[in-house]
């Protein structure tokens, strides 16, 4: 699976911004079974750390840090996953990254490339 990540930037505290990622790729001509999509984030210097999970059912989770501000959505027919972001604080600064879970063949959690996210005055 190829995840594509978009939408980081710079935005002040109190601020909003909406991140986006993307799946493709197909294994043995067939599309992959995504069972779960999440977002992952680095602060500098931290581990990383789950921020919000979709199920395949639209089931959701999310770190307790975040809940209330942040939402996870997910277009299955498309395999694009979003994450909008409300009431951001400098703490928010990371580096996102989307994540997928696969079940099937090719099973396994697949990463993007990560995208910017800085909140800041």
């Known amino acids: 699976v190829q995840l594509q990540a978009s939408g980081g930037g710079l935005v002040q505290p109190g601020g909003s911004l909406r991140i986006s990622c993307g799946a493709s790729?197909?294994?043995?001509?067939?599309?992959?079974?995504?069972?779960?999509m999440a977002w992952y984030r680095q602060p500098p210097g931290k581990e990383r750390e789950m921020v919000a999970q979709i199920g395949s059912g639209g089931d959701t989770k999310y770190a307790d840090s975040v809940k209330g501000r942040f939402t996870i959505s997910r277009d299955t027919d498309q395999n694009t996953v979003n994450l909008q972001m409300n009431s951001l604080k400098p703490e928010d600064t990371a580096v996102y990254y989307c994540?997928?879970?696969?079940?099937?063949?090719?099973?396994?959690?697949?990463w993007g490339q990560g995208t910017q996210v800085t909140v800041s005055s």
């Open positions: 790729g197909r294994v043995f001509n067939r599309p992959y079974n995504i069972n779960s």
């Open positions: 994540s997928a879970y696969v079940i099937g063949i090719g099973k396994g959690r697949y």
